[in-house]
């Protein structure tokens, strides 16, 4: 059978996913043929291992006029047995069977973001739209948590047999550690994600601020690429002079792991999450975590996190300040974060998916 993987967002924070989803389908070596949609700029981001596998230019923006025409006229062209789109912007067009990953609703649920509020509430109408003929028309759903099923299905009334949890994986470790030379020797706890409102960062910054009052030489590290959304964040931190709080910017993976490695606490205060990778990332080198009890993340991170109620400065510096003063607190949400973060394999999440191909092929 011949499958196509619309892959257009490969290199995004959300492609990791489909970058992970297509190497370990490669691994499993299955029959079908598969076609890996990307665009022009992504061409050579992915390169097939397998003859099976090929890639295929999809130069077509999400929300866009060419998505829901060109594309469709495309994928027509190409008479896939199966189309599996990773995200819901798919062309409605398009009638030939598919499978639609949800990772979450998010956009449904947001206040504000770097959108002005008209642009904003335009695209939540769109979204609402079409994920509700996405849900209806897709022959199987995938989600990455229970959470975000249950949520889809009360949302759209889809009957919740047509919806499959796939768990996604998380970060491989890797030896090789960079120092981040201004926060060597310091006593220092971390946030490495998106700098999007809804992952509440500047309520994560001011309960470092509170912390300081009993931990003085405490250090906040914010990585992440530099954009628009930060760059707010900075000239936040800058105007009410805030102490301690490092801006890192993007940092590499040998950076990354150094900083998961010495951190006191990797803090993820998000309001929403369809899945929650950074803090199992942060788990897979032993760094203890505070998460916010929000959405999936419970469900994801079970007993191996130190739950604090998002909304609450005082509860994040609550939790955190636990971490930080109780050793015996810290050492078992480490040991217990390593064990957690094992339970998700990207490999298995690559099988469930190849499972569901199979079961809409075979009807």
């Not at 890996?36 to 130069?59: C, G, H, S």
């Not at 449904?108 to 008209?118: A, E, G, Q, S």
Request: glycine fraction near 4%; hydrophobic fraction near 40%.
């Amino acid at each position: 059978m011949k499958i196509a993987i619309d892959a257009r967002i490969i290199n995004s924070t959300t492609g990791r996913y489909v970058e992970r989803l297509i190497n370990y389908l490669e691994d499993l070596k299955p029959h079908h043929e598969f076609l890996i949609l990307v665009r022009e700029r992504d061409k050579d981001y992915y390169k097939p291992k397998t003859k099976n596998f090929k890639i295929v230019i999809a130069d077509f923006e999400d929300y866009s006029f060419g998505e829901q025409i060109g594309f469709a006229k495309l994928l027509q062209k190409l008479k896939p047995d199966l189309v599996h789109f990773c995200m819901p912007q798919q062309p409605l067009l398009f009638t030939r069977p598919a499978v639609t990953t949800v990772h979450d609703l998010n956009l449904l649920r947001i206040t504000k973001n770097d959108m002005n509020p008209v642009e904003l509430a335009t695209k939540k109408l769109i979204f609402r739209g079409l994920l509700l003929a996405v849900a209806k028309r897709s022959k199987q759903i995938l989600t990455p948590t229970k959470f975000t099923k249950n949520d889809l299905v009360n949302f759209s009334h889809i009957n919740p047999d047509k919806v499959t949890v796939t768990y996604e994986g998380s970060l491989e470790v890797i030896s090789e550690q960079q120092e981040v030379q201004e926060l060597k020797g310091k006593k220092f706890i971390m946030y490495l994600g998106r700098a999007e409102p809804y992952k509440n960062n500047r309520r994560l910054i001011k309960a470092h601020q509170k912390l300081l009052q009993e931990h003085p030489d405490l250090h906040l590290a914010i990585a992440g690429k530099i954009d628009e959304l930060r760059q707010a964040d900075k000239d936040w931190v800058e105007q009410n002079q805030y102490k301690n709080v490092h801006f890192l910017g993007f940092v590499s993976d040998s950076a990354a792991a150094w900083l998961y490695s010495n951190c006191r606490a990797y803090v993820f205060a998000s309001f929403m999450e369809g899945f929650g990778l950074p803090a199992l990332d942060a788990m897979a080198y032993g760094a203890p975590v505070a998460s916010s009890s929000a959405s999936c993340l419970p469900e994801v991170y079970q007993d191996a996190a130190h739950y604090f109620n998002p909304h609450s400065t005082d509860d994040i510096a609550r939790a955190v300040n636990d971490i930080l003063t109780n050793k015996k607190l810290r050492d078992t949400l480490s040991k217990k974060g390593i064990l957690q973060q094992k339970k998700y394999s990207w490999k298995k999440m690559a099988t469930e998916t190849l499972q569901v191909y199979n079961k809409v092929l075979e009807k």
